[in-house]
């Protein structure tokens, strides 16, 4: 049951990281983006996906080469759930905006860390995913 995770895991890291992609590129986008889920769905779409995050890597955590971060990330998902539903929709509204004032440099740091998130995440799945 764990390569099913882990197959799931890869398909949506490989989502998020071209999302991510077309954020480098275009920072502004993304970050529009980000105002439109806020928008539309509220914090409850941002929570919905780190908590899907957090299930995936705790269920994969066993196939993956490092099972413990994997585990580790799986409680920081929950824990930032969590986090968003307690800052509600007005507080994530307004780092949106700030983050939307910020030079694109700026903007692009935690788009590279994501970025390198996805493709470590890819990577601890690569010996497990061909498995499948």
């Known amino acids: 049951m764990a390569l099913v995770f882990a197959n799931i895991l890869a398909v949506v890291s490989g989502l998020l990281g071209a999302v991510f992609l077309l954020g480098l590129l275009n920072p502004r986008w993304l970050v529009m983006l980000a105002r439109r889920v806020i928008g539309g769905t509220g914090v409850g ?17 066993p196939v993956a080469s490092t099972p413990a971060t994997f585990r580790a990330l799986a409680l920081v998902m929950a824990t930032a759930a969590v986090g968003g539903l307690v800052l509600g929709k007005d507080r994530v509204a307004r780092l949106a905006d700030r983050m939307a004032g910020r030079p694109p440099l700026v903007v692009r740091l935690p788009i590279v860390i994501g970025l390198a998130l996805c493709a470590f995440l890819l990577w601890s799945l690569s010996s497990a995913i061909g498995d499948f």
């Open 45 to 61: 779409g941002a929570v919905a996906i780190r908590l899907l995050l957090a299930a995936l890597l705790w269920f994969s955590a």
